[in-house]
């Protein structure tokens, strides 16, 4: 059965850095294309970061880029948001999100985890 | 960046009948290969997202055959043919020809 688990929200004043994980269980890992996609209260889905099976190619939306770095350890099966220059408009749950399919590049979202919540505010 | 607008935002509809979103991208999403690039996902209540329609026509494993997806380059439409109570939620087009852009969401309330 597949399982993603966020974990690593809270409360951050605007500037600072957080680092959010994303623990798989259930699927082999080092296969799947990963990404994170938010939800800000109250609004809707917006895609964040995707990185590739084997690691070697990431993206982000234009509003990250620059201060989001999105990375895998397979010996981990664990996905890593590191965000920093939080901006106020960063506030928003985070979810981590497996690809539909094997080997795959920005495939369909397929598992989601229940997320992590990360409020940006002084 | 390519943009998605969806029409209605919401709509309330009675079980049994059909019910329609539309969606538009800002720039076409046909790969070279004639498939569109354009994902349907329902999000419930309290629920994380679910896949429903990829490639623009395909459904997901599981996802009822009363869900269909059509349309190509830049305008996509999901009809349900008859929905049913466990329809409710947010439904969301998303592009995936550039990275991966949501649309805004429409409400589907059932009556």
């Known amino acids: 059965q597949v399982q993603l688990v966020e974990s690593g929200g809270g409360v951050v004043q605007p500037g600072r850095s957080l680092r959010l994980s994303c623990v798989a269980s259930?699927?082999?890992?080092?296969?799947?294309?990963m990404h994170w996609v938010r939800q800000a209260p109250g609004k809707g889905l917006e895609w964040v970061a995707v990185?590739?099976?084997?690691?070697?190619?990431?993206d982000y939306v234009d509003s990250v880029k620059g201060r989001f770095t999105i990375s895998r350890d397979d010996s981990k099966n664990t996905v890593y948001l590191q965000m920093d220059s939080l901006r106020a408009e960063d506030t928003a749950v985070y979810h981590c999100?497996?690809?539909?399919?094997?080997?795959?590049?920005?495939?369909?979202?397929?598992?989601w985890g229940q997320g992590t919540l990360v409020t940006v505010s002084s | 960046e390519i943009v998605m607008s969806q029409s209605p935002l919401s709509l309330a509809v009675t079980p049994g009948e059909p019910a329609s979103i539309s969606c538009r991208s800002s720039?076409?999403?046909?790969?070279?290969?004639?498939?569109?690039?354009l994902e349907w996902y329902l999000q419930k209540p309290g629920q994380s997202p679910q896949l429903l329609i990829y490639?623009?026509?395909i459904r997901a494993s599981g996802v009822p055959d009363r869900f269909s997806g059509s349309g190509s380059g830049t305008d996509f439409t999901l009809q349900i043919s008859r929905v049913e109570a466990e329809d409710g939620g947010i439904y969301y087009c998303v592009q995936c020809l550039q990275r991966k852009t949501f649309g805004q969401g429409t409400k589907l309330e059932i009556k």
């Open positions: 999100v497996k690809d539909l399919e094997k080997y795959k590049w920005n495939d369909p979202l397929d598992y």
């Open positions: 490639f623009g026509s």
């Open positions: 259930g699927f082999t890992f080092n296969n799947y294309g």
């Open positions: 720039q076409s999403l046909l790969y070279s290969n004639g498939y569109n690039c």
């Open positions: 990185i590739s099976y084997e690691g070697s190619n990431r």
